[in-house]
C-alpha cells in the first residue's frame, strides 16, 4: 500500500511539474493552456484515487509524449490499487519523461 510520504513527494512533484513546467521548454515544447487544465484535473482526480479518470485524462498526453503526463503515467502504473501494478509500463512512460529531460522521472526511473 502507498504510505503518506510517497504520496506527499508525489504531489509535491506535480506541483512542481504543474507550476514549473517550462523548466525543460529547451527539451520539449511548451505545455498548452488545454494540457495544463487536463493535467490539473488528472491531479485533482489522483488526490480523488480515481485512477481510471487520471488513465483516461492523461493518456492521450502521454501518448503524445508529453514529459509531465508520462511522468504521472509512470506513477499510476506502479499503484497496487489502480488496477496493478505494471512496472514495465511505468518504465516505458518514465523513461520518455526522463529522456525530455525531466528530473522526477530519472530520479523514479532509479526506483524500479
Known amino acids: 500500500m502507498f504510505n503518506t510520504r510517497k504520496s506527499l513527494i508525489f504531489f509535491l512533484v506535480l506541483g512542481l511539474l504543474l507550476s514549473a513546467s517550462t523548466a525543460f521548454a529547451a527539451e520539449a515544447p511548451a505545455l498548452s493552456e488545454s494540457d495544463r487544465n487536463t ?19 492523461v493518456k492521450p498526453l502521454a501518448d ?3 514529459p509531465p503526463a508520462c511522468f504521472l503515467m509512470g506513477l499510476v502504473s506502479v499503484r ?33
Not at 490499487?81 to 514495465?88: L, V
Not at 516505458?92 to 524500479?112: M, N, R
Open 39 to 57: 493535467l490539473q484535473q488528472a491531479a485533482e482526480a489522483y488526490k480523488a484515487k480515481d485512477f481510471a479518470k487520471v488513465k483516461t485524462l
Open 64 to 66: 503524445k509524449k508529453v
Open 80 to 112: 497496487p490499487d489502480a488496477g496493478g501494478q505494471d512496472f514495465k509500463s511505468a518504465e516505458k512512460y518514465w523513461k520518455v519523461a526522463a529522456d525530455a529531460g525531466l528530473p522526477e522521472a530519472q530520479f523514479s526511473l532509479g526506483f524500479l
